[in-house]
């Protein structure tokens, strides 16, 4: 049953890259032409997923909107893991003081999610894409940093970093050598559970015109101007919020599989 979930998320995830990469090369039709003869045209030929209040494609804007999502994804986990590792296995390999004061910082960022930041960021600079992605990636370092520090803890009691000691390896060394390797695997489940907090993050922002700017399709913004008809022609809100639902599953799925997989106990229990 775990490895399902593994393999569930594993397809769900590659279906929503696959899409982003193919919005690069190819659309059915332009997601930003509008259509006025053809506004909320229900599913059918030629618009498989019909079209919008605009007139525009809704697959298009779909195949779009994820690449925007996958975009700004990528983007805030690799800027949390660059600021949240680190920090984590300082914390890990120091201990005391060090650890506390670390901790206690991570404690300030968890009063600050990822929509309060985007408010105060969007007010300073203006809502954009940077904004979302500078939002998202520093709310999300506290759970790099502790996932980080409690990996690190544990690696340090390892008999091999007392010998990497006993050799004079320095501290630096020591944790490119010898703890990051070790700690990857757990670094790599907490970037799965955290790009799909991002996605839902993203949404939200672009929900709430916080994120990407309209022209661009996000699902965010797709199911913002889906409120408007939910009576009319709800199949504009199914879509996207379809999108989000099945991307974040998927990652989520992912990250447990990964979990189970790569956790020794877990694997012989199963």
Same mark, same amino acid.
């Given at each position: ?21 193919v919005s690069l090369v190819w659309t059915p ?9 053809? !506004?909320? $045209? ?74 309060? $930041? ?10 954009? *894409? ?42 630096? !060394? ?13 670094? /790599? ?22 994120? !990407?700017?309209?022209?661009?399709? *996000?699902? /965010? ?19 996207? /919020?379809?999108?989000?639902? $099945? ?24």
């Amino acid at each position: 049953m775990r490895r399902a979930g593994l393999y569930i998320g594993v397809v769900l995830v590659a279906v929503v890259i696959l899409a982003a990469l193919v919005s690069l090369v190819w659309t059915p039709y332009d997601p930003l032409q509008v259509q006025p003869s053809q !506004t909320l $045209l229900p599913p059918g030929w030629p618009h498989l997923l019909g079209t919008d209040n605009f007139g525009i494609d809704i697959g298009s804007r779909l195949l779009v909107g994820a690449r925007t999502t996958v975009y700004v994804g990528l983007v805030a986990v690799s800027l949390a893991a660059l600021g949240g590792v680190p920090l984590g296995m300082l914390a890990g390999m120091r201990g005391g003081w060090v650890s506390q004061l670390i901790l206690r910082v991570t404690d300030i960022l968890y009063a600050f999610p990822a929509l309060l $930041l985007a408010i105060l960021l969007g007010a300073a600079v203006g809502a954009s *894409t940077f904004t979302a992605m500078v939002a998202i990636g520093i709310a999300s370092i506290p759970a790099f940093a502790r996932v980080a520090r409690a990996a690190t803890m544990l690696v340090m009691t390892q008999d091999f970093i007392l010998a990497a000691r006993a050799s004079g390896t320095s501290r630096v !060394t020591t944790a490119v050598r010898h703890v990051l390797p070790n700690i990857a695997a757990v670094l /790599g489940v907490q970037a799965s559970v955290s790009f799909g907090i991002a996605v839902l993050a993203e949404a939200a922002l672009s929900f709430l015109g916080l994120g !990407t700017p309209p022209p661009t399709p *996000t699902w /965010g913004r797709m199911l913002h101007d889906a409120q408007t008809y939910i009576f009319t022609a709800p199949i504009q809100a199914l879509w996207p /919020g379809l999108a989000i639902g $099945l991307a974040v599953l998927g990652l989520n799925l992912l990250g447990d599989g990964l979990r189970d997989h790569l956790d020794p106990r877990l694997r012989e229990a199963a």
